[in-house]
């Protein structure tokens, strides 16, 4: 996981601690391209030691301590934003919402980080402040345009970089520098602060060294912003786990052609592993995905970025790239009736997509083509970067999650990273998956917004119901015993099922059970449809816990057959063994 990380500081380290290393470790890695604004050291010491101080006064900071590097087309107040443009910079009054919630689990800035000028780019290398090297060969590109960031985590200075992902932005970075990168649900980490690329498909992203402290952040980040008004926040229906035996599709062998030699190696190994690790994977047609993506550089939606600084770039600022501003200037032109048929083929390449996806739970592609050196970037300015967007420019124009992770390495050993891409709102769903591929054997949290659900009988794992908790998608949060107010009865029904009743306390025995968390909207869809005579009913847990249960009716707990002294439904199945 962490194969392009270097000298990273023990998490369990003191903030100042910290800060005294991330310094020590800038001055040795001297790569100074990496920062447009770096603070002094002892200004960020003192946040660190008042963070510290927080923490001993008993505060609970999640974050605490951890340093992060800011990319800089997002606001910091009381630092420039200059986003990679001399002549545009300002010095920012308050702190982009995403950030600001950082800072208050305890997180502490160092500073503002290199880009592709104004967001536009995926090679790291259209900077007047120099091209940001990658963090394993120098001679090769970081990736853009969130490349500061990334190389700030893979360098092992910053425990949490902030990118910006319009189109693969927070993860091919990831993938040349073998970290991780986090694009959630547009909107879901509000862009309040953030200099607009094309502001209806912006998104704030995370770079870390590993999935948990990634996901984390993104947790941190995530809600709604009364100050962004394209944030969004978890719906009624949010699905909470991926299934236990999930399916992933792949490309085609067509759909590769893109790939270099040592990429296409590359993936085939982490496909191999993937497989072997029990994920399902079968292949399908993404040309339709990899067509819709052109539209955000070929079609009219590049206007988008014409609206963001059109207008000043076209009054010739010294530090202009020149690329970026061939790219923003092109779509002064755009009219109105291109633009509209463009969101109408994009409004069909997302039903197109949502078909697509149908029987599978996510994709998992190569994030990226090739790995190309800073040399040839320069002298192909424009064609290698089309190239490397292959595969991530679809994602925000169809509202998907992404979630890049490294793969099996190339040959050589240098970084190859992979890709989980699942539908909108998916994103527990898509991390789960990232890490099954990274071979994790456990799954963060990004999502936490669920019910907690007791189960008892056919809902259990391995039960002929089970699958109806798949569906909603419920993560299961662990074994449980009711206390011994329960009595437990089998039930006449199809399929058998047992029957829960309260008789009062020290009146039964404890119950075994199983504890899932569902959406609200899910636990709503289980009581609507839910037939005689079982209920849902508040059930008292041994350790203290009252939650919601699976019950019957007390009148048909009287008809049926008592099965108390086996403990659960489980144990009654197997009595016969």
Known sequence: MTAGVLGV??????????????????????????????????????????????VA????????GRLVAVKDNIDVAGLPTTAACPEFAYTATETASAVERLTAAGAVVLGKTNLDQFATGLVGTRSPYGAVRN??????????????????VALGVADIGIGTDTAGSGRVPAALNGIVGVKATLGVIPAHGVVPACADYDAVTVFAADLDLAIQAAAVMAGPESRDPRSRTWPPDVALAARQQPRLGVPRELDLAPLSEDYRDAFAKTLAAVRESGIETVEIDISGLLGAALLLYDGAIVAERYAAVGEFLSTGPAGADPTVAAIIGAAAGTTGPAFAADLDALARARTDAAHLLR????????TTTEHP???AVQEDTVGINRRMGTYTNFCNLLD???IAVPGAPTATGAPFGVMVVTPTFTDQVAVDLAAR??????????VRDGVELAVFGAHLRGQPLHWQLEEIGARFAGEIE???AYRLTALDTVPPKPGLVRHGAGQGAPIVGELYTVSRAGLGGFLAALPAPMALTAVELSDGRSVIGFACTYDAALAATDITEFGGWKAYLGRAN
């Open 437 to 446: 591929v990274a071979g994790l054997d456990h799954a963060p949290l990004l």
């Open 482 to 484: 009711t206390t011994d």
């Open 373 to 375: 050196s800073i040399a």
């Open 400 to 402: 998907m999650v992404s």
């Open 57 to 64: 006064e008993g505060e609970e900071l999640p974050l605490a």
């Open 135 to 152: 963090a394993v060969d120098p001679e090769l590109v970081s990736g853009g345009s969130s490349s500061g960031s990334a190389v700030a």
């Open 9 to 54: 500081t023990p998490a369990q380290d003191s903030p100042t601690e910290r800060v005294a290393a991330a310094y020590r470790r800038i001055a040795e890695v001297d790569r100074p391209e990496v920062w447009i604004t770096l603070r002094p050291e002892a200004e960020v010491a003192a946040e660190a030691a008042e963070v510290a101080r927080r």
């Open 359 to 366: 029987d599978v739970d996510g994709l998992l592609l190569p």
